[in-house]
């Protein structure tokens, strides 16, 4: 069933696919586990990205960020974002634990709409355009598994 399903719905160009191999998914893998191991990942992501946002802050703070205000309220405001983030994935988690899949679409979204909201914040590439792009990649993963689970 893997195979086929990924072939379907990843794109080929994310270098996320390559997180869906034999080694991470098994091949009797159902629709709920490959749900939850795409949430689980953005989940890391999302939170790995926040706990790098609040380095950077610090660092910003430390390095007399009167000479860089407007990247310390960038940052800040994408730290706010990737908080949602973090909530967004777990919140998944919990709903694939209780076996309640219909919100599952929309917090994907929602974990998307967050990094690209951080993105937009810098108006340009940014040290953060990166992972901005990995959680949005992740998001689409799991929009598109949670549709999976809705369907018969």
Same mark, same amino acid.
């Not at 908080?83 to 709903?95: R, T, Y």
């Given at each position: 069933?893997?195979?086929?399903?990924?072939?379907?719905?990843?794109?080929?160009?994310?270098?996320? *696919?390559?997180?869906? %191999?034999?080694?991470?998914?098994?091949?009797?893998?159902?629709? !709920?586990? &490959?749900? !939850? =191991?795409?949430?689980?990942? @953005? !989940?890391?992501?999302?939170?790995?990205?926040?706990?790098? %946002?609040?380095?950077? &802050?610090?660092?910003? /703070?430390?390095?007399?960020?009167?000479? *860089?205000?407007?990247? /310390?309220?960038?940052?800040?405001?994408?730290?706010?974002? !990737?908080?949602? @983030?973090?909530?967004?994935?777990?919140? @998944?988690?919990?709903? &694939?634990?209780?076996?309640?899949?219909?919100?599952?679409?929309?917090?994907?979204? @929602?974990?998307?709409?967050?990094?690209?909201?951080?993105?937009?914040?810098?108006? /340009?590439?940014?040290?953060?355009?990166?992972?901005?792009?990995?959680?949005?990649?992740?998001?689409? %993963?799991? &929009?598109?598994?949670?549709?999976?689970?809705? =369907?018969?």
């Amino acid at each position: 069933m893997v195979p086929t399903l990924l072939a379907k719905t990843l794109p080929t160009t994310l270098s996320v *696919r390559r997180l869906f %191999i034999p080694t991470h998914v098994p091949p009797t893998a159902d629709r !709920y586990v &490959l749900a !939850y =191991i795409a949430f689980d990942l @953005a !989940y890391v992501n999302a939170t790995h990205t926040n706990d790098y %946002i609040g380095s950077l &802050l610090k660092n910003v /703070a430390t390095t007399n960020h009167s000479k *860089r205000p407007e990247l /310390a309220r960038q940052l800040q405001r994408c730290h706010g974002f !990737y908080g949602q @983030a973090v909530q967004v994935p777990a919140e @998944a988690l919990n709903d &694939l634990d209780s076996e309640t899949y219909f919100n599952l679409g929309l917090l994907a979204v @929602a974990a998307d709409h967050s990094a690209r909201d951080c993105e937009v914040t810098f108006n /340009a590439h940014s040290s953060l355009s990166r992972m901005n792009q990995n959680l949005r990649n992740l998001s689409k %993963i799991c &929009l598109v598994v949670s549709k999976l689970l809705t =369907i018969s």
